[in-house]
């Protein structure tokens, strides 16, 4: 009989000791899984600072608005004393908080109108490159360059082509846009890509001179639809 009752009470303290070891082992693996839960979150956390941080350096772009303007007697707008691609470069500055930069040469274009466009049609003639009067210092800085030029007998100012040059754009991102009077682009764009090799050049603005010079307001609405269309507002 009390072999029986030994026998017994081994088996219950037995039984006892595996219902512990049970608790004890669910308790283990409830306490890893909140662990690993804890772990995922931090890293979550991390990679959206890392994103963040991301966004943070496209925030940071730095943007340049380089043009070539004239002003004197223009086609179908007179004599003006703002070049029309003058006020479109100011726009497209302030909306997007560039800076600034006139691409003018040493010796001026005529004032006259007719004259000017008989100079023009000799230096594409020549295909030939103007001396301009001053130079970025820092180009190596700007990783967007909006570049600003008149349609003159169906291409950029020559002018424009002794700016794009001077300078190394690779790995830039360039976006033209132009005032003209009925030509649009004339495929500059595609000119400005073969000159820049190793830049992005991205979907040009058009727009008429006239448009720009007397009626500002449609101007802007061009612009800021444009802005909006490439998504340069986004990334600054």
């Known amino acids: 009989m009390k ?12 039984f006892a000791l595996s219902a512990c070891n049970s608790s004890q082992n669910a308790e283990t693996t409830e306490t890893t899984r909140y662990t690993v839960s804890e772990e995922s979150y931090a890293a979550a956390e991390e990679s959206s600072g890392t994103q963040q941080d991301e966004n943070g350096d496209t925030e940071s772009m730095k943007v340049l608005v380089a043009y070539f303007s004239r002003t004197g007697e223009n086609y179908g707008v007179g004599h003006i004393e703002k070049g029309n691609t003058h006020i479109i470069a100011d726009m497209i500055a302030e909306q997007v908080d560039a800076d600034l930069f006139e691409i003018s040469t040493v010796v001026p274009y005529p004032d006259e109108y007719e004259a000017c466009t008989e100079t023009a049609k ?13 130079t970025v210092e820092n180009m190596e800085d700007y990783d967007v360059i909006f570049l600003g030029y008149p349609i003159w007998w169906s291409d950029m100012p020559m002018a424009v082509y002794t700016f794009l040059e001077s300078y190394d754009f690779s790995g830039k991102t360039i976006i033209p846009l132009c ?7 004339s495929s500059t764009d595609s000119s400005i890509a073969e000159i820049c090799t190793g830049a992005d050049v991205l979907d040009g603005l058009e727009i008429r001179g006239s448009v720009a010079q007397n ?13 909006d269309k490439i998504e340069i507002l986004d990334e600054n």
């Open 179 to 185: 005032t003209h009077e009925g030509s649009g682009l």
């Open 122 to 134: 000799q230096e594409q003639e020549e295909d030939a490159r103007p001396e301009l009067s001053a």
């Open 3 to 14: 072999k029986v009752i030994s026998l017994l009470l081994i088996f219950f303290m037995y």
């Open 215 to 227: 009626s500002q307001d449609e101007a802007l609405t061009a612009v800021t639809d444009w802005l």
